[in-house]
């Protein structure tokens, strides 16, 4: 059985995200999403519990992903939750630099290597930190993320 870690934040999912997960989930015999949490940070816009939920909703269909919550590395985290692998979406060079540097220590450090997707669809070049800042500013990103999320940034920011 393949088990891939996918990852990140999450504050808030969006339809890139999406795109990643929908893509890959038949691509493993299972799919996490791995909400990541430092509690030495700020949670952000979104607590780590209602990010799990919004993604859980908007995954429902895809009976291959689970979502889970973790702390601390990630290599802990795919070992504890039996990945083999890390899962992790590139929007451009600059993901691709810095993912790069990331694999290599996450293999070399804890021995899980890591898949990179490029971007996919009319979402590949969205980040979360815009949506959420044009959310605040009372923007338009109903094309940008899933209408869970949209739902979500509206009663955050109403």
Do not use: W
Request: aromatic fraction near 6%.
């Amino acid at each position: 059985m393949t088990v891939a870690l996918y990852p990140g934040s999450f504050d808030p999912l969006h339809n890139g995200h999406l795109a990643v997960i929908s893509t890959a989930a038949p691509l493993f015999d299972e799919l996490i999403v791995g909400v990541g949490h430092n509690p030495e940070k700020p949670s952000g816009l979104f607590t780590p519990d209602e990010r799990v939920q919004l993604i859980v909703d908007c995954t429902k269909d895809l009976p291959s992903v689970r979502v889970e919550l973790f702390s601390g590395l990630v290599t802990t985290a795919a070992r504890s939750l039996g990945a083999d692998c890390l899962l992790k979406g590139l929007r451009g060079a600059a993901d691709l630099d810095a993912e790069m540097q990331q694999g290599h220590m996450n293999l070399t450090t804890g021995g899980i290597p890591t898949i990179f997707f490029p971007g996919l669809g009319p979402s590949a070049l969205v980040a979360s930190s815009y949506v959420r800042q044009i959310a605040a500013m009372g923007g338009d990103i109903s094309a940008t993320v899933p209408p869970a999320v949209l739902a979500g940034l509206e009663a955050k920011f109403s």
